[in-house]
């Protein structure tokens, strides 16, 4: 009970308060619009956040982070333009009600799933706070060291008919974060003579770069568009009443986003399709589904929504981001020399809990705030993309200079942002890139601590916890072998039918 009163205490800061207020209703906005998303505006807010205490800078970006999806399905519903990524799959089913004349009902169900699995996930987050401070202590350098290999194994992993070239992304972010001077050694690494490179590249001048500056080079070369959301009528409760009718749905969506929330590298996209699919597979309309069907709607904002919370559980306990927002919100603990893992649990658990009723409060402000500025964020949404981009590349260089003061951050952030460009344009996954700097640093870090303790390889899986990890790797990188064989023979049987074809003609 202490740990409860000492989170409240810490929540009800007047700084925390509108900290919160600032990040969850900007959040909905940014999610609103489409071409800007939560990655650039929490990549745009972070060198702000580092002048505030911690539980300040987090509760605006978790504001940020948790409220975005309950507006990105607002143009997903009314105009087929998912205002973030995640939001893609609510458009299958919520734009159809919208021709139908059921935009309300659409935007209202959208708001009470999004709120379903937004505390849900919090709720399973404090329900497990004790066994993560029990779990979090037994693990040391090694277990953290194969948790991170893991995790950027499971991101590569992810990115299914990309996975080669996330795997690429993923090892040039590990060589990123080599750059410059080694902490242990004193010698320089890779900088090739050049000053400038001394220091390393930061990964917040990479995270500027790569997520706002290549999003403002995008809208920037594409061609302008102003979209069109017209105003909807009624009553915003009724989706609450309506919900009910499918709460099955909406729980196992949401579990699913917890389970696969916690895993890092499959996140909301996964945690949808897996719900979406359960959904229709036991409706008792199942054709219905892409064509308006409310329980396809309610299993995919559940879904997206429970996420965030889970998200933080790897964080929190191990400090291992699962996706790119968590690992820009990592940035922020070390800044403020709160490092997240065993100790956090021990040293900061005020912080902890104070994190856990944020997401509460963020979640009832975002709910009541929809059910009475829908229309207000239609007219929001009518921005001009060029001018959208011009902002972002504004607030982005504003943001990089600020760091250091300095015109090569500036410089490095722009290339950053040419090569963001390019993978867009390219279609090839970012989110390895800086999870690999993430990751590639702790992994490093860890090994090296654990290295004077091995006297052979196998003493690095001497522990449970430890050797428990790397069954999963094995695990994960088995059956990945075991799809790509089976995918493999099935492309041949018909090249081996058609041959047989040809020769019996």
Same mark, same amino acid.
């Given at each position: ?89 609510? &458009?299958?089913? *919520?734009?159809?009600?919208?021709? +139908?004349?059921?935009? #309300? ?53 992810? !990115? ?12 040039? /972010? ?11 050694? =004193? ?6 003579? =050049? ?19 290549? %999003? ?21 409760? &009724? ?5 009910? +009718? #499918? @709460? ?32 229709? @597979? ?8 892409? +064509? ?29 981001? /699962? ?29 902890? =809990?104070?994190? =856990? ?21 239609? @007219? ?27 015109? $090569? ?7 950053? /942002? ?21 990751? *590639? ?14 006297? $052979? ?22 059956? !990945?072998?075991?799809?790509?064989? +089976? ?9 081996? #039918?058609?041959? #047989?074809?040809? %020769?019996?003609?």
């Amino acid at each position: 009970m202490e740990n409860l009163y000492a989170g409240l205490e810490m929540l009800a800061r007047w700084d925390v308060i509108l900290a919160l207020f600032i990040g969850s209703i900007g959040g909905v906005i940014i999610g609103a619009i489409p071409g800007v998303g939560p990655a650039v505006a929490i990549a745009i807010l972070l060198p702000a956040t580092f002048s505030l205490d911690p539980i300040v800078g987090l509760t605006m970006l978790l504001g940020i982070y948790g409220s975005s999806m309950y507006g990105g399905a607002i143009p997903a519903v009314l105009i087929n333009t998912p205002g973030t990524a995640v939001n893609a799959l609510t &458009s299958y089913d *919520g734009y159809p009600m919208t021709k +139908k004349g059921e935009g #309300h009902r659409a935007i209202s169900l959208a708001y009470s799933a999004s709120f379903w699995g937004g505390i849900f996930g919090i709720g399973c987050l404090i329900l497990l706070s004790p066994v993560l401070a029990l779990v979090a202590p037994m693990f040391g350098s090694r277990e953290i060291f194969l948790a991170a290999l893991l995790g950027i194994i499971l991101v590569v992993l992810a !990115h299914r008919g990309q996975i080669f070239a996330a795997g690429v992304l993923a090892m040039f /972010g590990i060589f990123l974060q080599t750059l410059g001077l080694d902490a242990v050694t =004193y010698t320089q690494r890779y900088t090739f003579g =050049y000053s400038f490179l001394s220091s390393g590249v930061n990964l917040i001048v990479a995270v500027l770069g790569l997520f706002a500056l290549s %999003q403002a080079f995008f809208l920037l070369t594409a061609p302008d568009s102003v979209p069109d959301a017209k105003p909807v009528q009624g009553k915003m409760t &009724s989706g609450i009443k309506e919900l009910m +009718k #499918h @709460k099955r749905v909406a729980t196992v969506a949401s579990t699913l986003g917890v389970v696969l929330g916690m895993i890092p590298g499959t996140g909301e996209f996964t945690a949808q399709f897996m719900s979406y699919t359960y959904a229709q @597979k036991t409706s008792k309309n199942p054709e219905k589904f892409g +064509k308006g069907s409310p329980e396809g709607l309610v299993a995919s904002e559940a879904a997206n929504n429970a996420v965030p919370a889970a998200a933080m559980i790897p964080l929190l306990a191990l400090g291992i981001p /699962g996706e790119a927002l968590t690992a820009m919100m990592l940035s922020v603990f070390y800044v403020h020399n709160v490092i997240p893992g065993p100790q956090l649990f021990q040293n900061n658990i005020d912080l902890v =809990y104070g994190l =856990y009723f944020a997401l509460i409060l963020l979640n009832v402000i975002v709910m009541i705030f929809l059910l009475f500025s829908t229309n207000l964020l239609t @007219k929001i949404i009518r921005v001009p993309t060029r001018f959208l981009g011009v902002v972002i590349l504004t607030l982005s260089f504003v943001g990089v200079y600020s760091l250091r003061n300095s015109l $090569t951050d500036c410089m490095i952030s722009a290339v950053f /942002g040419v090569l963001g460009l390019i993978l867009k344009r390219l279609n090839l996954p970012i989110v390895p890139i800086i999870l690999g700097m993430v990751l *590639g640093g702790i992994m490093e870090v860890k090994l090296r601590s654990a290295m004077p303790r091995l006297k $052979t390889p196998f003493d690095m899986i001497d522990r449970p916890i430890s050797l428990f990890l790397f069954a999963i790797i094995i695990l994960v990188l088995s059956l !990945h072998l075991r799809t790509l064989v +089976k995918e493999y023979r099935s492309q041949q049987k018909p090249e081996d #039918h058609d041959l #047989h074809d040809s %020769q019996t003609r």
